[in-house]
């Protein structure tokens, strides 16, 4: 009955406390199959103390964590077949070969053992470990022991996956493997990766869950995060003469926010202009045309995007401010 669920993972009213200190305070999320959630944070913001939760690793104080639709307090054994984690500090067996590793791990996680053969070579190409198969774990370096742990977190292919900070101590090219090797779980694995590398997590996951202080302070994609925190458009105009001349051409559009232009024109008589408004479509080539109709001398429009980490800082300043406005009793 549990497998029917629609949801992977689903979080209601989740507190952790430690010597009567919230760690967690009142999460409450859903992560659909197949679905990959990016899960961030400030450091000491709680995730790592919300997904040992998640593991059955550590027991909640108050709420209610299902994985497949399984209570995680009264179905350990059944938790533990369906979630891969991998800890920040995931802990390896120096002395062992990788291949043995991963067959000691496949056999403890009930992988049969006509599969678990080609699924280990499997493993080792996706994360591109065939040429380490018999080193031993102890003498590798720092990257490589972080994707010996995401090949044993996917070896079983649990329906969920849970890593915290799995891109740690790789190098830009490694990075862009373990991005492509997340990005081919979606549809078949739900996926929740914490991370403070943010362009990283913009282009690998569906949807980001940001926390402060405990607390969810925003979630959704990052394009609709950008529209509830930021709610407005930049467009920076590249264009000769007085920013006062933009105001009939800015007639027929919805009332920008602003109008800012540099000081100073660059030696060619140019200069930028900052146009800010509450509209979401996209009027760069409105806006060119409304320009040129007016004999406006235009080099280039780009329209400004705020990127995650700008999200990220906005949100969590969000929350510090609310804290700071309570009144101290």
Known sequence: MPESSPNAIEVTNLVKTFAGVAAVNDISFTLARGEILGFLGPNGAGKSTTMRILTGYLPATSGHVRICGFPVTTHPDEIKRRIGYMPENNPLPEDMRVSEYLYFRGRLKEVPRRK????????????????????????????????????????????????????????????????????????????I?????????????????????????????????????????????????????LTGALA??????????????????????????QSEAELGEPLLRAMLGRGLRVRAISRQHPTLEDVFLAATRRSWDTVDAKPQK
Do not use: W
Not at 117 to 124: A, C, K, S, T, Y
Not at 163 to 191: F, K, N, Y
Not at 208 to 233: C, D, K, Y
């Open 252 to 277: 027929g559009f919805e009332p920008f926010l602003s109008v800012a232009a540099e000081a100073e024109a660059d030696p060619s008589g140019f200069r930028n202009v900052t146009l800010t408004t």
């Open 116 to 191: 678990l053969g080609p699924r280990i070579d499997e493993v080792l190409e996706l994360c591109d470990l065939k040429r380490m198969r018999h080193r031993i774990i102890g003498k590798l370096s720092k990257g490589y022991r972080q994707r010996v742990g995401i090949a044993e977190t996917i070896l079983a292919e649990p329906p969920v996956i849970i890593m915290d900070e799995p891109t740690i101590g790789l190098d830009p090219h490694q990075i862009l493997i373990v991005r492509d090797l997340i990005g081919s779980l979606r549809g078949r694995m739900a996926v």
């Open 193 to 245: 990766i914490s991370s403070h590398i943010l362009p990283e997590i913009e282009v690998t996951c569906d949807r980001v869950m940001i926390i402060n202080q405990g607390r969810v302070v925003a979630q959704g994609t990052p394009a609709a995060l950008r529209r509830e925190i930021f709610g407005h458009s930049t467009y920076i105009v590249e264009m000769a003469g007085e920013a006062s001349s």
